[in-house]
């Protein structure tokens, strides 16, 4: 039971430092590591917890599925997937395409059809994307977008009022069966430091999505920078390899 407050406690901290880290950009870098490392010293009591370790256990062979990449976290021009394969509008990983593929049959015959506007994006593209906008704020930074994983997808639309497309409304029922998470939901604009995109899934496996709704809330950018930020130390996806 002590264990169980512990853990709350952990997780109420690493939420509040989340949105600490992505609300006070000036906030000075020194103070922002001293109380992440307490933080991750925190919520790491609970590892030895058997349910815990069960659900992280498939993760650790997953790790270049889950980067951390957000305003903060920003992957080099050269970062390119060696996995990507054709799917309707584009290319994604080899996994996630797969899975992509579940889904919309599933989908399908619920009588929804999951159509793809945007897929993969390289760095080059994101910048074209960029420089042509009439509205900056609502593109990514190059270097700062989950399209350019190759596990991101918009669906059916990206505009706000539509988010109660059917096909909208099916992805948030069903999405996490077949390994896909919201990215941007309403709420957490802050810490994710994108704006709410109904339409915006990234592929993080079922067991992603499983530890996701367990132990973070239901939100991926909080499971992501744990993983990236406390277990594997690893905060700027520049030192990361896509094949480890
Ligand atoms: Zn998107």
Same mark, same amino acid.
């Given at each position: 039971?002590?264990?169980?407050?512990?853990?709350?406690?952990?997780?109420?901290?690493?939420?509040?430092?989340?949105?600490?880290?992505?609300?006070?950009?000036?906030?000075?870098?020194?103070?922002?590591?001293?109380?992440?490392?307490?933080?991750?010293?925190?919520?790491?009591?609970?590892?030895?917890?058997?349910?815990?370790?069960?659900?992280?256990?498939?993760?650790?062979?997953?790790?270049?599925?889950?980067?951390?990449?957000?305003?903060?976290?920003?992957?080099?021009?050269?970062?390119?997937?060696?996995?990507?394969?054709?799917?309707?509008?584009?290319?994604?990983?080899? =996994?996630?395409?797969?899975?992509?593929?579940?889904? @919309? +049959?599933? $989908?399908? !015959?619920? #009588?929804?059809? %999951? &159509?793809?506007?945007?897929?993969?994006?390289?760095?080059?593209?994101?910048?074209?994307?960029?420089?042509?906008?009439?509205?900056?704020?609502?593109?990514?930074?190059?270097?700062?977008?989950?399209?350019?994983?190759?596990?991101?997808?918009?669906?059916?639309?990206?505009?706000?009022?539509? =988010?109660?497309?059917?096909?909208?409304?099916?992805? @948030? +029922?069903? $999405?996490? !069966?077949? #390994?896909?998470? %919201? &990215?941007?939901?309403?709420?957490?604009?802050?810490?994710?430091?994108?704006?709410?995109?109904?339409?915006?899934?990234?592929?993080?496996?079922?067991?992603?999505?499983?530890?996701?709704?367990?132990?973070?809330?239901?939100?991926?950018?909080?499971?992501?920078?744990?993983?990236?930020?406390?277990?594997?130390?690893?905060?700027?996806?520049?030192?990361?390899?896509?094949?480890?």
């Amino acid at each position: 039971m002590i264990k169980k407050y512990i853990f709350l406690f952990a997780f109420c901290t690493l939420s509040a430092l989340a949105a600490d880290l992505f609300a006070q950009p000036a906030h000075p870098k020194q103070d922002s590591q001293v109380v992440l490392q307490s933080v991750c010293q925190s919520f790491m009591q609970h590892n030895d917890s058997e349910a815990f370790r069960k659900a992280y256990l498939p993760l650790e062979k997953k790790r270049d599925l889950l980067l951390l990449v957000d305003p903060e976290h920003t992957l080099p021009p050269n970062y390119e997937p060696h996995d990507l394969i054709r799917v309707p509008r584009g290319f994604l990983r080899k =996994e996630a395409a797969v899975w992509f593929y579940k889904m @919309k +049959q599933a $989908a399908s !015959e619920s #009588g929804i059809y %999951l &159509s793809p506007v945007s897929t993969y994006r390289p760095y080059e593209y994101q910048l074209y994307l960029k420089g042509r906008t009439s509205n900056p704020e609502q593109v990514a930074n190059p270097g700062q977008s989950q399209h350019q994983l190759g596990t991101a997808i918009d669906f059916n639309t990206t505009e706000v009022k539509n =988010e109660s497309l059917p096909a909208l409304q099916w992805l @948030k +029922q069903h $999405a996490g !069966e077949y #390994g896909f998470s %919201l &990215s941007f939901p309403k709420g957490e604009e802050e810490e994710t430091g994108y704006p709410f995109e109904p339409w915006h899934y990234r592929y993080i496996t079922q067991e992603g999505v499983a530890m996701q709704n367990k132990f973070f809330g239901g939100s991926q950018h909080k499971m992501l920078l744990f993983l990236n930020m406390c277990l594997w130390n690893k905060p700027d996806p520049k030192a990361a390899t896509q094949n480890d």
